[in-house]
């Protein structure tokens, strides 16, 4: 356990390239991830990036779900927990982390972790960094926003997250998919404090 851990949470919204180009990211950062994995996003996984995963405690398979990018990876940093586990650290916060990205978040996440639901896992961590004052990144992926939807956004910024929606820029000049799930991953990185080269900043010099 380290204070450089972070947590990784993916659940039902579309996009879940993001979250997966993310556990990439950090662990190729050398970052230990603690991965909890809602049943909705397990449907969206396979809809959206063809991965298959099993959430029973001694199924689930870090390879299957990182696909082709798993073997250049240290998959050791990698702790899943099953969303059901209340007893994991990470539903303390005696636990030290870094931060928590939900990544993708749903809003019926994003509605629990704003008044304090913690019917699973992902809310019981996601309120874990709101009341130890670490950073949590919440990531939501839908158009349009609903009053309650904005709402909640407000109330979780309140209470000290970050609603950062996956909103890909064009100033960048993207040259594929690839490009704009960077783009949203790198803002990500900003938030949790990790380096990366994943996107040309707004005042550097072109690559072009």
């Known amino acids: 356990m380290a204070a450089s851990d972070l947590v990784v949470a993916f659940t039902g919204a579309s996009g879940s390239p993001y979250g997966l180009r993310l556990v990439e990211v950090l662990l190729r950062a050398g970052r230990t991830v603690h991965l909890t994995v809602s049943p909705a996003a397990v449907e969206v996984l396979e809809a959206e990036a063809g991965r298959t995963i099993r959430l029973a405690p001694?199924?689930?398979?870090?390879?299957?779900l990182l696909g082709p990018h798993a073997p250049g990876l240290d998959l050791a940093r990698l702790k899943y927990h099953h969303f059901r586990d209340f007893r994991?650290?990470?539903a303390s916060g005696s636990f030290l982390t870094g931060g928590m990205a939900v990544c993708p978040c749903s809003l019926g996440t994003l509605a629990a972790v704003a008044h304090g639901v913690s019917e699973n896992l992902i809310h019981r961590a996601a309120d874990v960094h709101l009341k130890e004052r670490r950073k949590l990144v919440l990531v939501?992926?839908?158009?349009p926003?609903?009053?309650?939807?904005?709402?909640?956004?407000?109330?979780?910024?309140?209470?000290?997250a970050v609603v950062l929606p996956a909103m890909p820029a064009f100033y960048t000049r993207p040259r594929g998919l690839a490009d704009m799930v960077d783009f949203?991953?790198?803002?990500?990185?900003?938030?949790?404090?990790?380096?990366?080269?994943?996107?040309?900043?707004?005042g550097s010099e072109s690559a072009d």
Request: net charge negative; charged share 20%; hydrophobic share 45%.
């Open 88 to 90: 994991a650290g990470i």
């Open 184 to 202: 949203v991953v790198a803002r990500v990185c900003d938030q949790l404090g990790v380096g990366h080269d994943l996107a040309r900043r707004w």
């Open 58 to 64: 001694g199924e689930f398979d870090p390879a299957a």
């Open 145 to 160: 926003l609903g009053l309650i939807a904005l709402r909640n956004m407000v109330s979780v910024t309140e209470a000290g």
């Open 140 to 143: 939501p992926r839908e158009t």
